[in-house]
Nanobody
Framework: QVELVESGGGLVQAGGSLRLSCDVSGDTLLGMGWFRQAPGKEREFVATLSATTPSTHYADSVNGRFTISRHNTKNTVFLQMNNLIPDDTGVYYC??????????????WGQGTQVTVSS
């Protein structure tokens, strides 16, 4: 069993930065992903990180502004978010189990952390 706990969300002005953390317990050698969901919208892909290689992949809307990474112990996955814009507002979810853009491919999900970007 894998448990995921996100933290690091909050309120930030446009142009600011936040770093989200996802603490992983259980099997820590998994592909990981970050997704987000804005009110009234479907959950959308943000970034994914391979389990065993440095490979990463980003949504076009965040490419160049966001960075997904894993702590050396592999127990924490980060999402560094820079130059935030109001459209980045939403609940951010950490997911584990594969290296994919598709939410249904992930077996495990965290509870989410709210990110709000003011203009």
């Amino acid at each position: 069993q894998v448990e995921l706990v996100e933290s690091g969300g909050g309120l930030v002005q446009a142009g600011g930065s936040l770093r989200l953390s996802c603490d992983v317990s259980g099997d820590t050698l998994l592909g990981m992903g970050w997704f987000r969901q804005a009110p009234g919208k479907e959950r959308e892909f943000v970034a994914t990180l391979s389990a065993t290689t440095p490979s990463t992949h980003y949504a076009d809307s965040v490419n160049g502004r966001f960075t997904i990474s894993r702590h050396n112990t592999k127990n924490t996955v980060f999402l560094q978010m820079n130059n935030l814009i109001p459209d980045d507002t939403g609940v951010y979810y950490c997911a584990a189990g594969t290296y994919s853009r598709i939410p249904k491919n992930y077996r495990f999900w965290g509870q989410g952390t709210q990110v709000t970007v003011s203009s």
